[in-house]
Nanobody, 116 residues
Framework: VQLQASGGGSVQPGGSLRLSCAASGKMFPINFMGWYRQAPGEERDMVAL???????QHAESVKGRFTISRDNAKNTVYLQMNSLKPEDTAAYYC???????????WGQGTLVTVSS
């Protein structure tokens, strides 16, 4: 599975960005796609996950501000980020995992910078 992410950039506090990630290759019928982020010197943390059936999980720190969605026909996951804060600054990584697979696939990372 290959993942191609896009949509990062720089924005002022309170602004919005939308990340996209397209998966290609041998897909699993039931899978989980999502976003993780990693700030310099920090661990990689889950931001949001969504299953093929639409089950969603958001980290507490982004609830009410970020929304994950997916288009199964396009094997693409999106992350709409609103009301961005400086502490949201990080490299954002797209992820993909099949239900019965022990392997998590990662995208190349896209940088989000929130600064005035």
């Amino acid at each position: 599975v290959q993942l191609q992410a896009s949509g990062g950039g720089s924005v002022q506090p309170g602004g919005s960005l939308r990340l996209s990630c397209a998966a290609s290759g041998k897909m699993f019928p039931i899978n989980f796609m999502g976003w993780y982020r990693q700030a310099p010197g920090e661990e990689r943390d889950m931001v949001a996950l969504i299953s093929t059936q639409g089950g969603i999980q958001h980290a507490e720190s982004v609830k009410g501000r970020f929304t994950i969605s997916r288009d199964n026909a396009k094997n693409t996951v999106y992350l709409q980020m609103n009301s961005l804060k400086p502490e949201d600054t990080a490299a954002y990584y797209c992820s993909y995992k099949g239900l019965l697979s022990s392997t998590t696939y990662w995208g190349q990372g896209t940088l989000v910078t929130v600064s005035s």
